[in-house]
């Protein structure tokens, strides 16, 4: 089943689905944090691939993408929050065993927001962007160009997403996540984030956490690669616990 929700968060309303499997409640549960100019709808396969998995999932659109309001700022990672808040007022999530899973800009988010929610078990990254990669790009006219040929979108507030880029270190958060684990996954031949970023945040991550490079996948295709999402499950239910 897959409910479309609507959350309450602090630059208006939040787009979200959420995904409920069968079985017997409550479930360990799954937040889908998307890239920039992305939105909850291109992550489907891998929601509704946990979801057949036994996990509950909650897919939202970050501020300023796809059907939900406000602007992406510097503040855009407490949109997180906002779904954990949502979250912990439906009877059929399991508080305990609640896990992030970002692709580039959302998992820059969700391990900003792992670091200020120790309610969150574990996360589980694709292609971490980080800030320099995130700058680059919203400074880059073949960027744009390149996003609305591909139909992309979003809407930012300047300058203070870029002031927000330019002061917080995603290389100081595994840190403060430790010693909860982290699953980092990237692609050698990612055309826009070297994955010697997902390198460098390992290195500094729990002891119990993991990286895995894969050989090809580009940008976006580790999260739709079906063997991926097969060890992101069995990652995720060895981490959650029963």
């Given at each position: 089943m897959r409910e479309k929700v609507d959350l309450v968060g602090r630059v208006g309303r939040l787009a979200a689905h959420f995904y409920l499997p069968e079985g017997t409640e409550p479930f360990p549960t799954v937040v889908l944090c998307h890239g920039i100019t992305s939105c909850k709808e291109n992550y489907a396969d891998i929601a509704q691939f946990l979801q057949q998995e036994g996990f509950a999932v909650l897919a939202y659109d970050c501020r300023g993408h796809g059907e939900s309001e406000g602007a992406l700022d510097g503040q855009a990672?407490?949109?997180v929050g906002t779904v954990l808040d949502y979250l912990d007022a439906r009877p059929e999530v399991d508080k305990r065993r609640i896990a992030l899973v970002g692709a580039s800009m959302g998992a820059h988010n969700a391990l900003y927001a792992a670091a200020e929610y120790p309610s969150?078990?574990?996360?589980?990254?694709?292609?971490?962007?980080?800030?320099?990669?995130?700058?680059a790009g919203l400074l880059s006219a073949d960027y744009w160009h390149w996003i609305h040929a591909s139909g992309?979108?979003?809407?930012v507030t300047l300058p203070d997403y870029l002031l927000y880029l330019?002061?917080?270190?995603?290389?100081?958060?595994p840190a403060r996540?430790?010693?909860?684990?982290?699953?980092?996954?990237?692609a050698r031949d990612d055309e826009f984030v070297p994955y010697t970023v997902s390198e460098r945040?390992?290195?500094?991550?729990?002891?119990?956490s993991r990286l895995w490079l894969l050989e090809s996948g580009g940008h976006?295709?580790?999260?739709?690669?079906?063997?991926?999402?097969?060890?992101?499950?069995?990652?995720?239910?060895t981490k959650l616990g029963p």
């Open positions: 990672w407490q949109d969150v078990r574990t996360v589980v990254t694709f292609c971490t962007a980080a800030g320099e990669q995130l700058k992309g979108q979003v809407r330019e002061t917080v270190d995603i290389f100081d958060l996540i430790s010693p909860r684990p982290i699953f980092f996954i990237h945040l390992y290195a500094v991550a729990s002891k119990d976006t295709g580790p999260r739709h690669d079906p063997q991926v999402q097969r060890a992101v499950a069995e990652w995720l239910r």
